[in-house]
């Protein structure tokens, strides 16, 4: 398996707009990259915090079903026998974090998710709640990106995979990160000779399907973490220069001054 499975940095600086594109159905959930990593962290959190980390509505049920009916038959595995929300259920069988948005009357609406590995994303404040609320942190992500994911929700059609990636730069291997406060100490209290051991590569790989009876969008999230030094030289140097090009908005929104000591101590600036 290679490492890291993704590269998304290699196309350019990360900017503030869908990314969108289609993939065959069989690369949707497998393989899963990231599941030895992953799955011990979730089942812990499962136990231990599970009001943190899974939510639902009322009137979600239904589309839980289907999305867990549709999961399954994607990794060709039998449906959960537990007695459990089916999207928790089956949030135990794979790494990627699983939500549900639902179309009504005000829009597109968080209904029920699994969210293990959120990045500086409480599922609290947006379970619930609408496209626009979902990217409100996000410059200008409400209305313009929140009205084209919306666009895309409304149009994307049963059989169809969609796929984007977002990428960031963090210390830690962390993946539950719903607060930057833990990655923004460690990155203050790490030497700066000690910056390839904290520095790790941290990319969401999402993707979108249509569950066609109850019309529902299944939005997943899979993260998968990487030193920097798992790069090769040529992955290294573009990875920097596309991080020393991205805009002020865009740093800013990541955070990503907190690192910047450490990032030129890495390569040597």
Not at 13 to 28: A, M
Not at 29 to 42: F, I, S
Not at 239 to 264: C, F
Request: hydrophobic content about 45%; glycine content about 6%.
């Amino acid at each position: 398996m290679n490492r890291p499975p993704h590269l998304p940095f290699m196309e350019g600086s990360p900017q503030f707009v869908p990314g969108l594109r289609r993939i065959e159905q069989s690369n949707w959930l497998v393989p899963d990259t990231e599941c030895e990593a992953a799955l011990p962290q979730k089942h812990e959190l499962f136990q231990t915090r599970l009001s943190e980390v899974f939510g639902q509505t009322d009137a979600s049920r239904p589309a839980q079903v289907e999305a867990t009916q549709m999961v399954c038959a994607a990794l060709g595995v039998p449906l959960p026998a537990n007695r459990e929300a089916p999207l928790l259920a089956v949030s135990r069988l794979i790494s990627d974090d699983l939500c549900l948005m639902e179309k009504q009357d005000s829009g597109w609406i968080l209904t029920a998710a699994s969210l293990c590995s959120p990045t500086h994303f409480s599922l609290a404040r947006v379970l619930g709640g609408s496209m626009a609320g979902l990217h409100k942190p996000v410059p200008d992500g409400a209305p313009a990106l929140s009205g084209k994911i919306e666009m895309m929700f409304d149009r994307i059609a049963p059989g169809l995979v969609i796929e984007r990636f977002n990428w960031t730069v963090q210390a830690g291997a962390m993946r539950f990160m719903p607060d930057a406060a833990p990655m923004r100490a460690l990155a203050a209290q790490t030497p700066l000779k000690d910056c390839g051991r904290v520095l790790h590569l941290r990319v969401e790989r999402q993707t979108i399907v249509r569950l066609p009876k109850t019309r529902a969008v299944l939005f997943c999230i899979r993260v998968c973490i990487d030193p920097l030094h798992a790069l090769s030289e040529i992955q290294q140097q573009t990875l920097y220069q596309n991080w020393t090009q991205a805009s002020a908005e865009v740093r800013a929104y990541k955070g990503w001054a907190h690192i910047d000591p450490l990032m030129r101590a890495f390569f040597k600036k």
